[in-house]
């Protein structure tokens, strides 16, 4: 097994769309679902940092974190619209090619 001593030895899984497997292959399935999984993961991870920032803007800033911090909150904002968790069996069931 490789050592994880640095990014350079890191590899990254693959990402499997729905839109690319057969839905007859079972493993074909759990990849793109581990895939799909992974990828809400990340996202769900980067909303938390950018809440976080958010917080620690507003709270150094106190009075002036309105203005000070609005390019984070418009950021956060932006990214709560586009960053919707949606789990894999809705987008399975509901896939628009199959």
């Known amino acids: 097994m490789a ?25 074909d399935v759990v990849k793109a679902r581990k895939s799909m999984m992974r990828e809400n993961m990340i996202r769900t991870e980067e909303l938390k940092i950018a809440h976080e920032a958010l917080r620690k803007c507003a709270d150094y800033h106190k009075q002036d974190g309105d203005r000070n911090c609005r390019a984070l909150a418009l950021k956060y904002m932006k990214m709560l619209d586009d960053f919707r968790p949606q789990g894999y069996l809705g987008y399975q069931r509901n896939d628009p090619s199959k």
Not at 6 to 11: G, L, Q, R, S
Not at 19 to 24: F, G, L, T, V
Request: net charge negative.
């Open 3 to 27: 050592r994880l001593d640095n990014y350079d030895n890191h590899k990254r899984p693959e990402l499997v769309s729905f839109d690319d497997i057969d839905y007859d292959n079972f493993p």
